[in-house]
């Protein structure tokens, strides 16, 4: 038997599979790392870190394994994206990585749309100029550590800094490349007009590579501390939410991904580079070869939950908390939440907006709130599936991972507000499957990436729109969209008050 490992370095961890050639996850090891909070908006990671630990999880996961280290093939890597990693003439790290959540580019994301022009960026870049996205970490280095950014070289992404460590090539590919706000997405290359705009050179920016590309062995010293040989081939990967979408087997235009994590994408397959969504939904480069993506993104999906529980329930287990919410009615009795306690991105993208209890009676009791939760979470990932059908799309079947895949009441909930059949997956393992199969694909075991998740992805338990229910949501959601508009200006005026 041959095998594969797929290594997903996450923000707070990074996560090793080791995959057989039935798509059988074998072992599974995760290694976590802290995040560097300087001050308020600031997310920094060292980037030894990522190295550290994956080493260590990969030698931990050869210890386990009982098998011939021969048979391993291949290794490949989904990663988080839009992290900045700056690199000087001799590959060695000029500074901590700035991560995708960092927000304090909020001038640079202005003067982006000063210099390009806000229709001009969608049109190249196929995104909004946001402060997550890896341009404006990049010119806010150069303004603010003018030093550190003369003696910049070449800039990668978290994954493509460690997968240079394991093989000492620098490459990136076109899933996390779509992320930088430096590349034409319908093109595929980087863009020449982005880069002159801010006086920027094109060997700043990294070989460009397919996700599945041979990038070459991985060297003695990662071999000798792992216990790996070193004929073990590496595999460019892809980016965490382009990997979660191939290893939920988003791969068709048919297929919608709906995952509730700490935030909470909806994701869809594209075959198209020239569909137009105003910038209200992300567009990427998906990690299969001359495919796209487009994805919303809710900021707090599973946090609205885990918030509510740790305010409300902190000594008790997610069971308990959900307990009971199958007995209350679609709707909650007339209560409505909004899931903006973070801010909100899709459709609004506004940092300042905070979430709501709408409705608020003396008859409420717990398990009404829970559900509202269920609820808000759900219509707030709706939006980004009615986007994609006004612009013609067909959604009639999504496969739910993460958080609310854990909750037959939620699954059935998701089936109503969505109006769309719900697919439970056997094995959920999402970015770290995806990069699995990329390595599979690129050590040749299938002939394409469909044809691997074919074997790699099953369906667990089918959901069904119930009439009734999908007929109560489509008022509520109507209800539920007029929220943000009234409650903006309000929460303008208690920005003041917050602490």
Known sequence: MKYVIGVDLGTSAVKILLVNQKGEMCKEVSKSYPLIIEKSGYSEQNPEEWVEKTTAGVKELINQFDGDVNDIEGISFSGQMHGLVLLNESNQVLRNAILWNDTRTTKQCQEIYNVVGRERLLEVTKNPALEGFTLPKILWVKENEPEIFQ?????????????????????????????????????????????????LSGELCPPLVESHAFVGTINAEFAQATGLTEAVKVFAGGADNACGAIGSGILT????????????????????????????????????????????????????????????????????????????????????????IVGERTPHADSNIRGSFIGVDAAHERKHFARAVLEGITFSLNESIEVFRSSGKIIDSVISIGG????????????????????????????????????????????????????????????????????????????????????????????????
């Not at 059935?412 to 694909?441: R, V, W």
């Not at 943000?484 to 917050?498: A, D, M, P, V, W």
Request: with cysteine.
């Open 253 to 340: 235009e048919a297929k919608t991904l709906a995952s509730i994590g700490t935030s909470g994408v909806v994701l869809s397959y594209e075959e198209r580079n020239d569909l137009d969504f105003e910038g209200k939904v992300h567009y990427f480069n998906h990690s299969e070869e001359n495919a796209y993506y487009t994805m919303g993104v809710t900021l707090a999906a599973g946090y609205s939950l885990s918030w509510f529980k740790d305010t409300f329930a902190q000594e008790e287990a997610f069971e308990q908390l959900l307990a009971g919410v199958d007995e209350v009615p679609a709707g909650s009795n007339g209560l409505l939440f909004t899931p903006y």
């Open 151 to 199: 003696r910049a070289s070449v800039f990668v992404l978290p994954k493509d800094y460690l997968r240079y460590r394991l093989t000492g090539n620098i490459h990136m590919e076109y899933s996390d490349a779509a992320g930088t706000l430096l590349l034409n997405v319908a093109q595929r290359e980087w863009s020449g007009e982005v880069l002159e705009a801010f006086g």
């Open 404 to 499: 609310g895949a854990k909750n037959d009441t939620w699954l059935q909930m998701q089936a109503d507000i969505f109006n769309a059949k719900i697919e439970k997956l056997t094995s959920e393992q999402g970015p770290g499957m995806g990069a699995a199969m990329l390595a599979a694909y690129g050590c040749g075991w299938y002939p394409s990436l469909k044809e691997c998740a074919e074997v790699f992805i099953q369906t667990a338990k089918t959901y069904y729109p119930i009439q009734e229910n999908v007929d109560a949501y489509k008022k509520l959601f109507a209800i539920y969209q007029q929220v943000y508009s009234q409650t903006k200006e309000l929460n303008e005026q208690l920005r003041e008050f917050r602490k």
